[in-house]
């Protein structure tokens, strides 16, 4: 063998111990994410399990301090929420509320739709904009006007 065949045989070596290290390294990767997802759904079912146990458990928790009550002649005791399911608190709208009726009095004479006024104000999306602004409608700020139709409500300030 010539120094420059022998040099090619040995990069061809090189690169199949190079491409069967990679493979390698390929087949370890992929089990070890069959084995993470694998896991992540028995932790995910164990979750809803013990969540479902927890439901179960408050139930009876309620049944026994509504026999208890009644035993002493109480009015049974609500049971307090289990972690993660207390409600939110209550948002406070009034400072939306008065940028709306700035936003509004600076366009008298204009109407709105309730997708414009969650358009310019994104704190809106998702609400019911007839609810929100019923305190200023109550105050005569702001005004309707339904002359197209209850579904096609515009608001405005006179």
Request: charged letters at 35%; zero cysteines.
């Amino acid at each position: 063998m010539t120094a420059r065949s022998h040099a090619q045989a040995g990069s061809f070596a090189d690169n199949a111990i190079a491409r069967d290290a990679l493979e390698a390294i390929q087949r370890i990767e992929a089990e070890a994410k069959q084995k993470k997802l694998a896991q992540r759904e028995s932790l995910e079912q164990t979750r809803t399990t013990i969540l479902d146990r927890i439901k179960e458990l408050n139930h009876q928790l309620a049944q026994v301090d509504g026999a208890l009550a009644m035993i002493d002649g109480k009015k049974p005791a609500q049971p307090k929420p289990v972690s993660g399911t207390e409600k939110k608190p209550r948002r406070n709208w009034d400072e939306v509320r008065e940028r709306v009726l700035r936003w509004m009095e600076e366009r008298k004479g204009e109407k709105f739709h309730a997708r414009d006024l969650a358009r310019e104000f994104p704190e809106l999306e998702g609400q019911q904009v007839s609810l929100f602004l019923k305190p200023l409608r109550d105050v005569l700020a702001i005004r309707t006007d339904k002359t197209e139709g209850v579904q096609n409500v515009k608001y405005y300030v006179v």
